[in-house]
């Protein structure tokens, strides 16, 4: 065997090595670096959205988990947040546990870009207006009319198409953005 064929079996072997239970690996890298959303803004968010127990939340880059920790806490919802970044999940996760709402809310190591969202009836978002724009035909196809979404500083006019909020607020300089499905 030549050594040029078994550096190119042990490159086949490590690209699909199965990663051990329990394990999560990056599936990418993030569209966005984690900053938090600080809790005035998180409580401002949710009652913007009338966030009840009878809600499913949905945090799309949900970081350390606080927006769907927050909802299940304050209103009963429950909540899943999604990110791409097995580091925030973990810490997530973690939060989530000294929090004491794991029965209501779950993280997902997941892209958001892929991961069904069709079971919300609130989404929550803090991404750069471009993945805003980038999600508008997913969150339009999977949720339901309806479903409330919020944005925490950035809002859906990316590409020059103005998309006016339903409402927007400001929270000590910050701005959160309401919409509902279908956003046009």
Same mark, same amino acid.
């Given at each position: 065997?030549? @050594?040029?064929?078994?550096? $190119?079996?042990?490159?086949?072997?490590?690209?699909? @090595?199965?990663?051990? !239970? =329990?394990?999560?690996?990056?599936?990418?890298?993030?569209?966005?670096?984690?900053?938090?959303? *600080?809790?005035?803004?998180?409580?401002?968010?949710?009652?913007? @959205?009338?966030?009840?127990?009878?809600?499913?939340?949905?945090? $799309?880059?949900?970081? &350390?988990?606080?927006?769907?920790?927050?909802?299940?806490?304050?209103?009963?919802? %429950? =909540?899943?947040?999604?990110?791409?970044?097995?580091?925030?999940?973990?810490?997530?996760?973690?939060?989530?546990?000294?929090?004491?709402?794991? &029965?209501?809310?779950?993280?997902?190591?997941? &892209?958001?870009?892929?991961? &069904?969202?069709?079971? !919300?009836?609130?989404?929550?978002?803090?991404?750069?207006?471009? $993945?805003?724009?980038?999600?508008? *035909?997913?969150?339009?196809?999977?949720?339901?009319? =309806?479903?409330?979404?919020?944005?925490?500083?950035?809002?859906?006019?990316?590409?020059?198409?103005?998309?006016? *909020? %339903?409402?927007?607020?400001?929270?000590? =300089?910050?701005?959160?953005?309401?919409?509902?499905? *279908?956003?046009?």
């Amino acid at each position: 065997m030549t @050594a040029r064929r078994l550096i $190119l079996i042990l490159a086949i072997l490590v690209t699909t @090595a199965v990663v051990p !239970a =329990g394990a999560q690996q990056q599936l990418r890298s993030p569209d966005v670096i984690f900053v938090p959303t *600080p809790q005035e803004v998180v409580d401002a968010m949710l009652k913007l @959205a009338k966030v009840t127990k009878n809600d499913v939340i949905y945090d $799309l880059g949900s970081g &350390d988990g606080r927006i769907p920790i927050t909802a299940a806490k304050t209103y009963g919802a %429950r =909540g899943v947040g999604i990110d791409i970044d097995p580091q925030r999940i973990k810490e997530a996760t973690e939060n989530l546990k000294n929090a004491g709402v794991g &029965d209501r809310v779950r993280f997902l190591n997941q &892209d958001l870009f892929t991961t &069904d969202i069709s079971e !919300a009836t609130v989404v929550t978002l803090y991404l750069l207006p471009s $993945l805003n724009v980038k999600l508008i *035909p997913k969150l339009n196809k999977e949720l339901k009319p =309806g479903t409330r979404i919020v944005s925490h500083a950035f809002d859906m006019s990316a590409d020059g198409t103005e998309r006016k *909020p %339903r409402e927007t607020l400001n929270v000590n =300089g910050r701005t959160v953005y309401f919409w509902t499905i *279908p956003i046009q």
